[in-house]
């Protein structure tokens, strides 16, 4: 069975500090992955997938099948981003069935 | 735009109502999800839809069900409201275009009473 696992809950950086959000994914085929963020009384929304790669607001994710991860990072955080960042697999089938990570609030300060 | 739209952002309920969440898509999208958000346990899916009545249980479906009659309409129903199915609800559509994005809408917080 697939799983995804974002081992932080919580994240805290300064503005202008590089900032890494952590994903795992446990699944023996080849997975689709993706990057889903809410914003503040926003909906949840895709924010980058790993098959387009291409960067996002800043943020990149390589897929590393080798560490089976999928971390995003960006070089330089800004207030803005502060949000809620979801880590999904699609393990493949026709469904598009996600499985989604457990979240990550990030919060960037002044 | 791909718009999906819920009929309550806010609902109060009692303990063993029967509760309708409705959502709907405009995009013709094929695939449909209920989600519920939780601080902590992220989303979980409870049902997920491929086609008009079909329906396949998702990875929490007890104390739920859906239907969907029509393409751009899936309802999640909870038979008897319980003080442990107070939690936010996302639906979201999909297309068979293999882009695999899902187009959330934008919740409906739930609190059981």
């Known amino acids: 069975a697939q799983r995804v696992t974002q081992p932080e809950k919580l994240l805290s950086v300064f503005k202008g500090a590089p900032v890494e959000l952590k994903c795992n994914y446990s699944?023996?085929?080849?997975?689709?992955l993706f990057w889903y963020v809410q914003y503040s009384r926003q909906r949840l929304q895709l924010l980058l997938r790993?098959?387009s790669r291409e960067s996002i607001k800043g943020f990149t994710a390589d897929l590393n099948k080798g560490e089976t991860s999928f971390h995003l990072k960006k070089p330089f955080a800004q207030e803005e981003d502060s949000a809620m960042y979801y880590c999904?697999?699609?393990?493949?089938?026709?469904?598009?069935?996600?499985?989604f990570g457990k979240g990550t609030l990030l919060t960037v300060n002044p | 735009d791909v718009k999906v739209t819920q009929s309550s952002r806010y609902l109060v309920k009692r303990t063993g109502e029967k509760v309708f969440l409705e959502c709907v898509q405009d995009?013709?999208?094929?695939?449909m999800f209920w989600y519920r958000q939780d601080p902590g346990l992220g989303l979980r899916l409870i049902y997920f839809?491929?086609?008009?009545?079909?329906?396949e249980k998702g990875d929490i479906p007890e104390g739920y069900s859906v239907s969907r009659e029509k393409k751009e309409r899936f309802s999640l129903i909870l038979e008897s409201a319980s003080t442990n199915q107070t939690s936010m609800y996302l639906c979201?559509?999909?297309?068979?275009?293999?882009?695999?994005?899902?187009?959330f809408g934008p919740g409906t917080r739930l609190t059981v009473t």
């Open positions: 979201a559509s999909t297309g068979a275009d293999f882009s695999y994005e899902q187009y």
């Open positions: 995009m013709d999208h094929e695939n």
């Open positions: 790993h098959i």
């Open positions: 699944y023996s085929g080849s997975p689709e």
């Open positions: 999904a697999l699609d393990s493949g089938g026709s469904n598009y069935k996600l499985t």
């Open positions: 839809s491929y086609d008009v009545k079909m329906k």
